[in-house]
């Protein structure tokens, strides 16, 4: 046991020399949160101890430095100070920060006394509030985030109704989240890489994926980047830098951390961005990806859609902390609570923390207050576990395609004839983009095996013949217009 000490002090203190984590130096109180005056949005405190520089987490930017979270020291003759508010009160630099001991008992609080706000740019008329903080947007921008969210609102409506008509098996909506999608997608760029849940279709979208390719992955014909073997609404692009929608919750959670330490260890300017609703946050995946962003300092935007409910089962029944963002303040994440149906809000904030995530390099958590008011799925009904007077409220009272609108047509950008225009174009290019996708060929049967293995391995070559010998058994329980 002791030459095992022995041995782990020797690799620690050698890590610490090759590392230089022996340069630390204090911050202040609060000098981990320069909010200068071009960050518009108020983010939650780490922690109010103080904070260490970590050399090694220095943006490879000149002129930024980052913030580190290690603690200061564990040499025993530094340990204990005594503080200035009572005799018996000490203050122990513990690994991870510093503990302050006071004879009073004294539990935290279950919730918080005074809660976290939620930041706001526009009124639900689309009207700026007074002394709004928020980036500014330029006309082209802001038509082009417009025609964006209307444009995938038409798609959602005439997808849906083309799985109501049998001719895709599964759709899913953003309706009520467009904002999401698109205001966040603006405020990144095309080198960041991302990791969406499955009503992210709009970032997809703003990136320059056609109404086309849409159609073809939901109808999986031979033209489907995914060969038709994934369900529809499953996009992935490489060319866009879109990671593939997996059905399972929360998988792509650390998935995206793990990419976001890759860039900062090549010392890209980029950083990863990941999507999940409220429900997500309730699988270990989240915590543990929280954990690991903290730790390893790397650059990730979380983006949480809190829409109210994880199918059927509402925030009340899933938590009970305020909300989503507090969460990533325990993890020692940069926290923030946005309006998801306020455009410029969305905007600005994920702005702001993608500026934090690539010069500071750091985690930032946005949790996006929203409502889902379409049904989870064609294969749910919402009627079932919430009122339909509900659902209606929100679609007309707090729709943000309508509220950014507005905003636009304030400014002189926008216009009823232009509206008018987009729509009837849009529509008429997503019914042809549909009717070529339904008339195309299909992938062949042999595609089911191929992409995993070089040299295909005998026991899927023996389910290759089983599949096609059943087949010609029962051809009429198998689609006639797959090639075998």
């Excluded at 020797?10 to 909010?35: A, E, F, V, W, Y």
């Excluded at 004879?103 to 700026?128: A, T, W």
């Excluded at 059927?312 to 969460?327: H, K, N, Y």
């Excluded at 391995?457 to 090639?483: C, F, G, M």
């Amino acid at each position: 046991m002791a030459f095992c000490s022995k041995n782990s002090r020797t690799i620690i203190n050698n890590l610490k020399s090759k590392l230089r984590l022996s340069r630390l130096m204090n911050q202040g109180r609060d000098g981990c949160l320069p909010l200068n005056n071009t960050n518009p949005c108020r983010f939650l405190p780490l922690t109010t101890l103080p904070q260490l520089r970590n050399p090694d987490s220095y943006s490879h930017k000149t002129g930024h430095s980052v913030c580190s979270q290690r603690f200061q020291s564990t040499t025993s003759e530094q340990q204990f100070a005594s503080l200035p508010n009572g005799e018996h009160s000490q203050e122990l630099d513990f690994p991870g920060g510093k503990v302050v001991f006071s004879p009073e008992m004294r539990f935290l609080s279950e919730s918080p006394c005074v809660y976290n706000n939620c930041y706001r740019v526009l009124d639900d008329n689309g009207q700026l509030i007074g002394n709004s903080n928020f980036v500014q947007v330029s006309e082209e921008i802001a038509v082009k985030m417009y025609s964006s969210m209307a444009t995938l609102q038409i798609l959602d409506t005439i997808f849906y109704e083309a799985q109501r008509q049998g001719r895709i098996s599964f759709y899913l909506t953003t309706i009520g989240e467009e904002a999401i999608n698109i205001a966040s997608a603006a405020a990144l760029t095309s080198d960041d890489i991302v990791f969406p849940q499955y009503r992210e279709p709009g970032v997809l979208l703003w990136r320059g994926f056609t109404l086309q390719e849409f159609a073809n992955q939901c109808f999986g014909n031979k033209a489907d980047y995914g060969k038709g073997r994934q369900m529809p609404i499953h996009y992935g692009s490489n060319k866009h830098n879109y990671f593939t929608v997996s059905s399972t919750i929360a998988t792509q959670i650390p998935h995206a951390v793990g990419a976001a330490y890759s860039l900062k260890m090549d010392k890209k300017d980029a950083c990863a961005v990941t999507f999940f609703g409220d429900g997500g946050t309730s699988e270990g995946d989240f915590h543990a990806a929280l954990n690991f962003a903290a730790v390893t300092e790397s650059p990730v935007i979380f983006i949480c859609r809190n829409n109210g409910w994880a199918i059927s089962t509402p925030t009340s029944d899933q938590f009970r902390s305020e909300g989503i963002a507090v969460r990533g303040q325990a993890y020692g994440v940069r926290s923030i609570r946005v309006d998801g149906n306020d455009a410029l809000a969305m905007y600005s904030a994920v702005h702001a923390a993608r500026e934090m995530a690539i010069n500071e390099h750091r985690p930032v958590l946005i949790e996006a207050i929203t409502y889902r008011v379409g049904h989870h799925s064609t294969s749910d009904d919402s009627t079932k576990y919430r009122p339909a007077d509900e659902i209606e409220w929100w679609r007309m009272a707090r729709d943000p395609v309508i509220r950014f609108r507005k905003w636009i047509e304030t400014n002189g950008w926008w216009g009823s004839e232009a509206e008018s225009q987009l729509r009837s174009s849009i529509r008429n290019q997503l019914l042809q983009a549909i009717q070529i996708a339904e008339r195309a060929e299909k992938p062949p049967v042999n595609e089911l095996f191929t992409d995993v293995y070089d040299n295909i391995p005998s026991n899927l070559r023996d389910q290759e013949k089983l599949l096609r010998e059943t087949i010609n058994r029962h051809p009429e329980d198998y689609p006639a217009d797959v090639p075998f």
